[in-house]
Every structure is written in structure tokens, then in C-alpha cells.
């Protein structure tokens, strides 16, 4: 009996010893720069030197500030193509499951996109589409009158769209399908028997066995992609349109990098830090709360 | 396997003329930047999406002259090397510990890892520059290296703990019996089990530190330090630059990890399915 | 058991001799006695032009004093700002920085070496409104902190051939508006791009155009900008801003086959002889060398800016001043060597290169100047020089401008009046 306890112990303590690097270097490196953007956001700081203490001035201009508020708006329409972001993944993923051909050619190709990087993605979109780029080429050897009157990038209503089809969509359809596909392979099959002897359709037995089976796949993608828009965007629209045109494509997180980095308003850029954490606090409740469920966490 | 006859679906056919319009839209980016390459400015200036007429080759040439790729590439392979050594021996231990042993506050460390997790670049990096200066980390691949690994291993932590998690305890209850210590039932019996995810990680991973930029920007202004995203970034001069020669120094980047994904799709691709399993 | 730890062992002296060698990766060879090692960043370095100019005037340099070696840096132009405040901010900065004569650098003032009593004996060599935009209060006499490589304005070019194919006289005055705007209808109607402009990404174009248009319409007083005396609410900003948006709804500026072009492209296709118009630069780029170069001095033709009716002052050039300069960083450690190296950069035979090499114009007044479209660009800017719109401007403030040039001028989303509201609103919040 007293071994079994030194034992516990002994696990614990062990366990403790394992998990001390990654702990010191999360403390120092994320933790302690999370948290002290709380305090810089009530000071006037360029990034380097002193802070001036300033109260809740930041705050009070973060209200009027219309960047602001584009920024909230744009974050409001990339969350909206989300949901597509997943279901077209899963289609497929459906599709697939049954055996496709060129199956192989297709998986290595969609995956390339996330290979290649938003970085690089971002700059040859940005060209591609581009009003004097080759799409426009393209569009008028087709014929398309006025070909060079379409501007994807260059006008607000459109941009936010193409930005949200590309990272939303586009940027994690291979990853997407790779996933699902994995999460279907550990469906029972004879559920599907089941549902056809009671004389359900392909699309039937798609809402009523595979969605329901993966549903904590879906839950679980449904959490990275909240991260994704609201804390991994930040190369892509720099390199894609820089928030642009006007600031139809700014986001919480480009604007900490415009306010903060380029223009040195560091103490008003924490402001909108202290914003996006309250933002990233719950997606990380939600994605705990699927964790639980899930009955990851023994 | 299926018992059902296969009927022809003609969701099928649309998916299909998808896929290969995914397809076409994947490969696109590549194709254009490889064409663009080879032409001149001039050429590239009337003609976009054409081949070019003339292949020419100084745009290359440019590249390679006004960077010290090679200085650069070293630069990139040591700090990723060691930065995955590093990453990889964190991850494993702290996910091993997370998805198979047992202790007070498990949930709560695992809570707050993933919490920390998500955050942006944008919101640490002007204090990380801060105490790495505090701390004489400024200008070293080192400090590099510690701030590479403790952004990036929340995330490598948690796919290794969802996989541990699956491997049955009594792997290790025998060896513990016999009293082995942590690090034998880390290194010596669960890491072997776990080499396929690890490699997954390790490939994940590196490609994360390759194309790395915001960091290295910040800390690293000597340019004999320089890894490669960083050396490219200095290519742009102050109203931009053509596009061939862009072309040609995104190819550049962009060989390795290409060339990396080529011989490890499979590993890759396996990578993906953490965490979707339930249970 | 013994095995684990020779293994462990041998882990943990690789691991050391791995930190060890990245620690020491960073530091510097030690120079030996008298040797002086200058270290220089610059982000203009990479660019084939301009950086071969300047590695020519190093090798110059350091033939003439061989004690010293030149450590010549690029760095990235789009960062360059945070990487500058990073490496000062952390105390390991160079000895000498290149930089914009705006605010971008004066942020950073602190960690500027004064240079007044460096620079009294060879002060007179160079123009006086350089001095006064590489001072951090710009005042030509006190307060320098920059030595200025190149003179930059902004003006109008113009090909007198194209002009002439659409049936326009090249030699007419083109300042004049209605004459000006007659030639753009006539290239119109021939098919020729009327005016070129590079505002793919960055709308430089609109910027460069405006900066013509204002230097007529607030001349000296172009300065309110910097302090909230002038402001976009002002009958002549807004009657800037019409006038430059007919270019655009009058479909003057290049709409056929490279549309939005980048900045760079669209110097390409004015160099290659499409278009009769472009808003370019004195020095650096987009200027009298690469377009006299391009297509023949004799076709190239020069304004300053367009004289409007309701234009305060006519034919003003607009004229920064200083538009590079170079700084030393206080705690350089090589503070006598920086400054006699930037003083030999812009005299003699370094300037000369410089200024026969990329064409920018180096604010020495005993510069020979031997090209006519040179002189008669140097004469506009040394007798009719204003300041420059764009660098009175809160840094922050000028990278939002652009954002919205691009939702006014480029997307057509909003009106005038909407536009110069935000602007206004802008302005004001980063006073």
C-alpha cells in the first residue's frame, strides 16, 4: 500500500518535472507579454523607451475610432464563411469516403496551399488578382468585356469576401478533407446499412450517420478556425491587401501590427490587445468545454 | 467494407469538376510565379499569363547575388535544427505527461496551455523584444530559438498529449514496476511508439520556423544571423519590386518546404487526423 | 542504467556546445588597435542601382583611409522603422542609419547623435533647406541630426513625342490647367494613356500627384500640416482633392491595359514610352535619369506642378528639402569616423557618382551639373521650392491617408464630402 502511494506521488511529481519547460517558457514568453498588455494599454508607449501613464484614454478612443469598427464588422463576415469553411470539406470528405479516383493526385495537390504558407499565398493572390494582373488577362482573352474594370481587391465590398473565400475556405480545404476523412474512417459501417435498409438517401444518411458520428471532429475544426481568423491572420492580409482598400480587410490583430510596429502608438495598440483577448478568452472557453466533452481530458 | 452497391452519385460529378477546379486554383499560384521568373519586366509588364518568350535567368541571378542565400539558408537550417530538437523533446515530455500520467491539476495545466495557445504574434512580440533585450537575448540565434519553441510548442504539446493519450498505460505500468525512471519511460518506451506523430510534428513544425517572420524581424538585425524569411524580406526595396524578380525569390523560398512536402506527404497528411478522433 | 547516462550525458554537452556557439554567433570579431569597423544600415542597399552606387563611394572610402572597414547592411525597407526601434530600443544598433528626413525617424530622435558642431566647418557645401529637413526641429541652423544624401521633390514629366502623336504641340505650357487638361482629352481621344500612375498596393501615384497640386495651393504653408494649422477641411485642400479626382472620372488616368498597375510597373510602362503623363520624383527613381534614359532627354519635358485659378501660388516645386539622409547613433562607439564618412559621401567624388549614377540629386551646391533636364529640374527646386505635403504628417496618420486615397480616389466608395470628413477626423486623432 505505502509503495502504490510513493508511487502516485511519484508519478506526480514526475509529471510536474516534465511539463516544467514547456510551463517556464510559456510563462516568460506568452504569459508575462499577454498579460502586460493590460497595462500598457492605459500608458502612451512607442515600443521602446518609457510608458506615460494615461489612464483610460486608449479605451475612450478605441470607441470613436471607425477602424475600430470595421475591424469588428470585417471579423463579423469572415466568421460567417466559417461554416461553409467546414461543410465543404466534410462533402467531400463524404464523397471520398466511398473511393474516388485520382484520389491520391488530389490530396497531394489541395494540401499545397497550407505547404506553401500564408505569406507566400498572401503575395501571389495579391497579385494574381491584381487589376492588372492575370486574372484580368485572362478575363478579357475570354472576352469579358470591361474585364478591367473588375478590381476583387481594390473595392471594399468585394475584398473582405475574397479574402474570407481564400483563408476561410480555400487556405484549409486540403487540411479540412484530410481531417474528416480521418474522423469518418472510425465510423461504423453497419450504421449506414442500417439507415439504408430503412430506406434513407445518400444525403439522409450524410445528416443522420456521418454528422452526427464526427460531430466532436466538427466541433473541434470548428474552434481552429475561430482561431485562426482571430489570431492567424495577420501575414495574410499583410501580404494579400494590408487591410485595404480603405480598411475593409483590417482585423483586430493587422491593426495591432499597423498601430503598435508601424506607427508606434504601442500603448494604444495594447488597447486593442486587451480587446482581442477578451475575444480569444472564449474561444479558448469554448474549445475547453468541446475538449471535456469529448473526453480528451482523463 | 460496404456491403451496398456502389450507385453512381451525381453529387459525385460536382464534386469531382470541384476538385479539379480546387486543383487548378492550388496549382495556379506556383505555375504563374515559376513563368513570371523567367521573364523580363519588361516582357512580364504586356504579358502576364503567357510563357515567356525569353527564358531568362537574371532574375535568379539577382536573388542569389543580393543575398547571401547560402549564409542565409545555414542560418535557417541551424536555428530550425536546434529550435526542433528543442521543440520536440518539449512536446513529447510535457504531452506525455499530459495524455497518460496522472496528477493534481492536470486540467488546469492542460486549460491554461491551450489558453495561452491561441494568441497572436502581434499581441506577445513587443515584450518578448523587450525581455530578450532585458535579458541580453537581442541579435542571437539563441533567444531566437527559446521564443521560436515557446510559441510553437503549446500547439506541438497538445497533438503529442492527444496521442499519448491512445496508447494503452500498461506500456509503461510494467516499467515503472520495475522502477524505471521518467525520462526511460519517455525516451526509452513511449517516444519509439510515437515516432510516426512525432515525425508529424517535427515536419509541422519546421515548416512553422522556416517561414517564421514577425519574431526574427525583432530580434535578429545582424544580417550574418539572418534565417531566410528574413533575408527575403529585404529584397523589397522602398517602392517595391518587380514582379519577376519577386517571382523568382518566392521559388527560392518556397524550394525547400516544397521539396520537404514531396518526400513526407504521408507523414503530413497523418498529422492532420490528431485530435479528430474522439476518445 | 549506465548506458541512459553516457547517452544523457552526451545529449547535455552537445545541447551546451549548441547554445554556446549560437550565443557567440552574435557578437562581434574584435578589431584589432587602430582598425575602426563602421557599421551602416540602409534599406535601399538591396536595390541594384543605388546599392552599387553607394558600395562604389564605401570602396572609395576606404581606399582613401584604410584603417577603416565598412560594414554596409540591407535591411528590409518595409520594417526597416521596427527594426531600427528594436536594435536602439535594445541598445544594439549600428553606427550609422539611413533614413527618411519625416517622422518615422524623429521618433526616434533620442537616440540621434546632435551634429551641429561636426558638420560647422563643411555646412555651407550644402543647401540650406536640406539642413532644415535634417533637423529634428527643422530649423537649418540647430537641432541636426541627419546628413542629407538627396534633394527630393516631386514634379510632373512628361513624353513630348506621345504628346505630339496625339496631335498635342510640346511646347505648350502644360502648367496651365485647361491646356493641361486638353492634352489629356486629345491622348484620349488618340488612345494614348493619358496620365500614368502606379497605385496597385500603395497609392503612391495619388500621393505624388497631390503633392504637385498642394504645393500651389498652401505653399510655405504646407508646414500647418505637421501642427493642425492647416487642415483638410480647408477650401484649398478640398479643391486639391476635386481637381485630382477629375483626373480619375475623366478616365485620364491609365485605364487600358495595365490598370492599376504597381508603382514599379508603372514607371516600366512610362519608361517604355506608353503614356504622356507622370507624377514622379526628383531623385531615386521615377525620375529625369531613368526617364530621360528611356526615352531621350530631348522628348523629356518637366513641370513642377499645374497652376489652378484657384491656386494661391503658381508654379511652386515642391521640394523636401532632404529626402535621405544619414544619421549617427549616440552611443556609437565611432562617432569621429561616422561623421567624416557621411561628410565625404556627399562631396566630391562620392557625390558625384551618386548623383551621375542614380540620377537623385545631391544637395551640394558645388556640384557640377552637367545634364539640361538635371538643371532644369535643380533650378525649380532650388528657386521655387516649398515644402512637401506628405512629410509634415504624423507617420501614423500618413499610412491611414493612404487607406483612404484608396477608398476615394481608387474603389469610388465614398464622396467627396465623406472623404474629407474621415480624413479630418483622422488627422485630428493622431495630432
Known sequence: MLKKKMMIQQEQSDAYILLLPLLLLMVVFIVYPVLANFYYSLTTWKGFGTEIWVGLKNYRRVFHDDKFWYSLKNLGVLVLYIPIGIFIPLLIAAILREGLKGWMFFRSVIYLPTILGYVILGTLFSIILSQSGPLTEMLKMMGVEDANKINLLGQSRSAIHVVALLFVVFSKLGFGCIYFLAAMSSIDSSLYDAAAIDGAGWWQRFFSVTVPSISFSMQFFLVLSFIEVFARMYSFIYTLTYGGPGFATYTLEFGIYRQGFQAFKMGYASSWAVILFVFCSLIAALQINILKKGDQLK | MRTIAKRWNPAKTVIYIFLIFITFISLYPIFFAFISSFKSTAEYTFSKTALPDQWIWSNYAYVFRNLKIARYMFNSALTVTVGMTLYIIVCNAAGFALGMLRFKYKLTIFSFILFFQIFPQMVIASQVYRICSKIGLMNSHLGLVLVWVAYFAPFGTYIMSTYYATIPRSLIESARIDGANVFQQLFKIMMPVAIPMVGTIAIVGSLAMWTELPFSLLLIQDPSLRPLSLGLAVLKGEHGIPIPTLSAAILVSAAIPLILYFFFQNKIHMGSTAGSVKG | ?431
Open chain 3, 1 to 431: 542504467m549506465l548506458k541512459m547516462k553516457k547517452i544523457g550525458f552526451m545529449v547535455l554537452i552537445g545541447m551546451v556546445i549548441s547554445c554556446v556557439s549560437l550565443l557567440a554567433g552574435g557578437e562581434q570579431e574584435s578589431s584589432a588597435d587602430e582598425k575602426v569597423t563602421l557599421t551602416v544600415w540602409d534599406f535601399k542597399y538591396s536595390e541594384e542601382v543605388v546599392g552599387s552606387a553607394l558600395k562604389d563611394m564605401d570602396t572609395l572610402y576606404m581606399t582613401a583611409n584604410p584603417n577603416v572597414e565598412i560594414i554596409h547592411v540591407a535591411q528590409p525597407h518595409d520594417n526597416y522603422y521596427e527594426i531600427l526601434a528594436a536594435a536602439m530600443g535594445s541598445g544594439t544598433g549600428p553606427d550609422v542609419i539611413m533614413a527618411h528626413t519625416d517622422q518615422r525617424i524623429w521618433n526616434m530622435d533620442e537616440f540621434l547623435l546632435p551634429l551641429d558642431s561636426y558638420i560647422a566647418d563643411w555646412k555651407d557645401d550644402i543647401s540650406d533647406s536640406a539642413w532644415a529637413a535634417s533637423s529634428s526641429t527643422r530649423e537649418s541652423d540647430r537641432n541636426i541630426k541627419l546628413v542629407p544624401l538627396t534633394a527630393q521633390g516631386l514634379g510632373i514629366y512628361y513624353n513630348k513625342a506621345n504628346l505630339e502623336k496625339a496631335g498635342v504641340d510640346p511646347e505648350d505650357d502644360f502648367s496651365d490647367w485647361n491646356t493641361f487638361l486638353a492634352a489629356c482629352e486629345k491622348m484620349k481621344s488618340a488612345g494614348i494613356p493619358a496620365v500614368v500612375m502606379g497605385n496597385g498596393g500603395q497609392p503612391y501615384g495619388v500621393d505624388f500627384a497631390y503633392r504637385t497640386f498642394l504645393a500651389n495651393f498652401y505653399g510655405p504653408e504646407l508646414t500647418g500640416f505637421s501642427d493642425g494649422t492647416a487642415n483638410f477641411t480647408d477650401d484649398a485642400f478640398i479643391e486639391a482633392s476635386r481637381i485630382l479626382k477629375t483626373l480619375f472620372t475623366k478616365e485620364y488616368v491609365i485605364t487600358e491595359n495595365a490598370t492599376m498597375p504597381y508603382f514599379m510597373d508603372a514607371i516600366e510602362i512610362f519608361k517604355a514610352g506608353e503614356g504622356g503623363f507622370f507624377f514622379g520624383l526628383t531623385s531615386d527613381i521615377a525620375h529625369w535619369k531613368d526617364f530621360g534614359d528611356a526615352f531621350g532627354y530631348d522628348n523629356l519635358g518637366y513641370l513642377p506642378s499645374i497652376n489652378s485659378a484657384k491656386a494661391k501660388y503658381r508654379d511652386r516645386q515642391s521640394n523636401q528639402g532632404a529626402g535621405i539622409g544619414f544619421a549617427v547613433i549616440k552611443n556609437s562607439e565611432n562617432i569621429e569616423t561616422a561623421v567624416d564618412y557621411l561628410k565625404e559621401y556627399v562631396h566630391g567624388e562620392s557625390a558625384n557618382l551618386f548623383l551621375t549614377r542614380t540620377g537623385a540629386i545631391v544637395p551640394n551646391k558645388n556640384l557640377p551639373i552637367e545634364n539640361e533636364s538635371l538643371a532644369e529640374v535643380v533650378g525649380f527646386m532650388s528657386n521655387n521650392g516649398v515644402p512637401d505635403f506628405y512629410v509634415q504628417l504624423d507617420a501614423a496618420f500618413g499610412a491611414e491617408l493612404y487607406n483612404y486615397f484608396q477608398l476615394f480616389f481608387l474603389a469610388d466608395e465614398i464622396t467627396l464630402n465623406e472623404y474629407i470628413e474621415k480624413t479630418q477626423k483622422a488627422y485630428e486623432q493622431n495630432l
